[in-house]
């Protein structure tokens, strides 16, 4: 499967995004998702997964009540959705796919998100 995430941005302390991955491939349906993010001079850090068929989420417990992860099996696509967003959510986010409790066999490139004070 190949993925590609889109959303990102520039937002200001509070502010909102949704973060967009678009997978190919007639399999996605049978993966589950998650979201992944990397900040300059940090290790890669879980952030949200959810199970293949879309019944089962969770987060990490800093974006926890903030961020919500979704998919649509139809369109291939899930999102993040991330709310209240803090200078410390500043970092490059990847999409994944895999096991639901590691999702981390499939990686697309990542999208730029940038919380101003």
Do not use: H
Request: net charge positive; proline share 3%; with cysteine.
């Amino acid at each position: 499967v190949q993925l590609q995430a889109s959303g990102g941005g520039l937002v200001q302390t509070g502010g909102s995004l949704r973060l967009s991955c678009s997978a190919s491939g007639r399999t996605f349906s049978t993966y589950a998702m998650g979201w992944f993010r990397q900040a300059p001079g940090k290790e890669r850090e879980f952030v949200a997964a959810i199970s293949w068929s879309g019944n089962s989420a969770y987060v990490a417990d800093s974006v926890s009540g903030r961020f919500t992860i979704s998919r649509d099996n139809a369109k291939n696509t899930v999102y993040l959705q991330m709310n209240s967003l803090k200078p410390e959510d500043t970092a490059v986010y990847y999409c994944s796919a895999g096991p639901y409790r590691n999702p981390s066999d499939y990686w697309g490139k990542g999208t730029q998100v940038t919380v101003s004070s």
